[in-house]
């Protein structure tokens, strides 16, 4: 691998433990309103889409209460994830200093990743933020997108990284290498590797270790 001079990150799963704080605030604000109880696996099948993609398939007759009510949740569940994964500033702030360029694909709707980066005090590391779309996934177009805006670095100079499988397609399909990170209890390792991704890893600390040799 060239040495790397950009790293695109995903959020959920990968920067932060977000994922149980986004299934309880889709739980507690949809549940009331289709008056049923949601499993899970139910709220997980729906990913992809941004959290209004989601609302779309889970209470599409309430819309719009729904998306305000789910957006409103995060917020105020934000506790239950009140901090990014050990070590993951201090990356963000070694790849800055090291003027490494620093971008972000993630499937999350604007707001919420607007809430959550400035929660977590991470807002000003990221040079530029694709963010997901309710009408399906968007990745792959979100890191073709980036690369347009990094002309001047090629391809194998940026990686990205990621904790689910769709991350490691999106990322094969915009032709860059793929970390896929391990390190969150809400991954799944065993479909990770089926994917063949360039790296992965289990631990931030071995992740960070690894990337400091190739910048």
């Known amino acids: 691998m060239q040495k790397i001079k950009a790293v695109i990150f995903d959020l959920d799963g990968t920067l932060a433990n977000t994922l149980p704080l986004c299934i309880q605030a889709f739980r507690q604000s949809v549940e009331p309103l ?69 971008a972000m694909v993630t499937g999350k709707g604007k707001h919420s990743t607007d809430t959550s980066l400035k929660y977590f005090g991470l807002t000003d590391y990221f040079e530029v933020i694709e963010t997901g779309s309710p009408k399906g996934a968007r990745k792959a177009e979100g890191i073709q997108l980036i690369l347009n805006w990094l002309n001047d670095i090629k391809k194998d100079e940026v990686i990205y990284v ?8 999106a990322s094969k399909k915009a032709g860059i290498p793929v970390v896929a990170a391990a390190w969150a209890e809400t991954a799944e390792p065993e479909k990770l590797k089926e994917l063949h991704p360039d790296e992965m890893f289990y631990t931030i600390e071995d992740f960070s270790n690894w990337l400091y040799d190739k910048i």
Do not use: W
């Open 34 to 102: 289709i008056n049923r109880s949601l499993s899970d696996a139910e709220i997980i099948a729906t990913f992809g889409p941004s959290e209004e993609g989601t609302i779309m398939a889970l209470a599409p007759d309430y819309y719009d209460k729904g998306v305000a009510h789910y957006l409103q949740l995060y917020e105020n569940l934000h506790h239950m994830c009140p901090v990014p994964f050990d070590g993951i500033k201090d990356l963000l702030k070694t790849l800055q200093h090291k003027k490494v360029r620093i």
């Open 162 to 169: 990621g904790d689910a499988p769709s991350d490691i397609t």
